[in-house]
């Protein structure tokens, strides 16, 4: 069973910084692609950046130039730097293993076979 424990979230004005961080299992580590999702309050969950084996990133439109996923192999740990946020950043953040990556960000969803608890981003304006 795939273990992934995401920290990191808390409050921050517009235009700060925040670095999320979710740690899997080693046996599990990155078997797949993997991936950052946000829920706001009364949407649904979406695709926000996802990281292939071969370290191919991709992001959705709205956090291009803003948001980072990055890995470090040697803490099985994936990482979402986010910066010049936004009062619409604002959500819970989950991290997923998900069995493709890449394509429209609006089918990452299904895609996901595992999810973190999640963690929380506010920004404030």
């Known amino acids: 069973q795939v273990q992934l424990v995401e920290s990191g979230g808390g409050s921050v004005q517009a235009g700060g910084s925040l670095s999320l961080s979710c740690a899997a299992s080693?046996?599990?580590?990155?078997?797949?692609?993997m991936g950052w999702f946000r829920q706001a309050p009364g949407k649904e969950r979406e695709g926000v950046a996802s990281?292939?084996?071969?370290?191919?990133?991709y992001y959705v439109d709205s956090v291009k130039g803003r948001f980072t996923i990055s890995p470090d192999n040697a803490k099985n740990t994936v990482y979402l730097q986010m910066s010049s946020l936004r009062p619409e950043d604002t959500a819970m953040y989950y991290c997923?293993?998900?069995?493709?990556?890449?394509?429209?960000?609006?089918?990452?969803?299904?895609?996901?076979?595992?999810w973190g608890q999640g963690t929380q981003v506010t920004v404030s304006s």
């Open positions: 080693a046996s599990t580590y990155r078997r797949t692609c």
């Open positions: 990281l292939g084996t071969s370290d191919t990133t």
């Open positions: 997923a293993e998900m069995r493709a990556c890449g394509g429209d960000p609006r089918f990452w969803v299904r895609w996901a076979t595992s």
